[in-house]
């Protein structure tokens, strides 16, 4: 079974502070995936990742930034928090069939619930 | 615009009455179309991939059927642990990365 594991389950941090969401995988997957999610908006890419040091924005990748070092490990950065950053925090990662090209799912992390006040 | 449209929002039903979940989509080139269970404080748990027209995929109670527009998610004689948000989402040949999600489905199961 693929695991996705989050640092941690719940955050509390202050407006301002650095908070860095950490997130491994032990699936060798290529792709990585950092995902918010709020009530009434559903999932939302903020980045994500197709290699190591490779990254690319999402849909709303304001205020954060990402670092991908090794291929397991993904982490999300918020350079300087704020309370409009309060959400539920989703790691994902896939991998990328070169056999058969097809489509392949996400696997997700059980999340990181942030709270910035 | 690449899109992905689920109904109800909401849906409850009675233990055993059977029902159907609808994923609706627009996207320039289907090249699967994912179904998840996500559970209150969790993150999405992956159910089924379908590729295209006509494939079908079932596992226990569900069963996922795909059209060129559409998924159902069929619910058979469900049981309250059946309750959960089912989040169905796309990705186009387009773009192999980005995958388009729906707003759920909030399925609760009474005894």
């Known amino acids: 079974d693929v695991k996705v594991t989050q640092s941690s389950r719940y955050l509390v941090k202050r407006t301002g502070e650095k908070v860095f969401l950490e997130c491994v995988q032990d699936?060798?997957?290529?792709?990585m995936f950092w995902y918010r999610q709020d009530p009434g908006l559903g999932l939302r890419l903020i980045y994500f990742?197709?290699?190591?040091?490779?990254?690319e924005k999402g849909d709303i990748p304001e205020g954060y930034s990402v670092s991908r070092e090794k291929k397991e490990r993904f982490s999300l950065i918020l350079e300087s928090a704020s309370t409009n950053q309060t959400s539920m925090y989703l790691c994902?990662?896939?991998?990328?069939?070169?056999?058969?090209?097809?489509?392949?799912?996400?696997?997700f992390g059980d999340g990181t619930r942030l709270s910035i006040l | 615009e690449d899109q992905v449209t689920q109904s109800p929002e909401a849906l409850r039903l009675q233990e055993g009455e059977s029902s159907s979940l609808n994923c609706s989509y627009t996207?320039?080139?289907?090249?699967?179309l994912f179904w998840y269970r996500q559970d209150p404080g969790k993150g999405p748990e992956f159910l089924f991939t379908?590729?295209?027209a006509g494939e079908e995929k079932e596992k226990e109670r569900l069963k996922a059927t795909l059209t060129k527009k559409e998924s159902f998610l069929h619910i058979t004689a469900p049981k309250p642990e059946d309750s959960a948000t089912y989040l169905c989402?796309?990705?186009?040949?387009?773009?192999?990365?980005?995958?388009?999600f729906g707003s759920g489905t909030k399925l609760n199961v009474k005894p």
């Open positions: 994902a990662s896939s991998f990328f069939s070169v056999v058969d090209n097809r489509a392949q799912p996400q696997h």
């Open positions: 699936m060798d997957h290529e792709n």
């Open positions: 990742s197709y290699d190591v040091k490779m990254k």
């Open positions: 996207v320039s080139g289907l090249r699967g």
């Open positions: 379908l590729y295209s």
């Open positions: 989402a796309v990705q186009a040949n387009r773009n192999f990365n980005k995958f388009y």
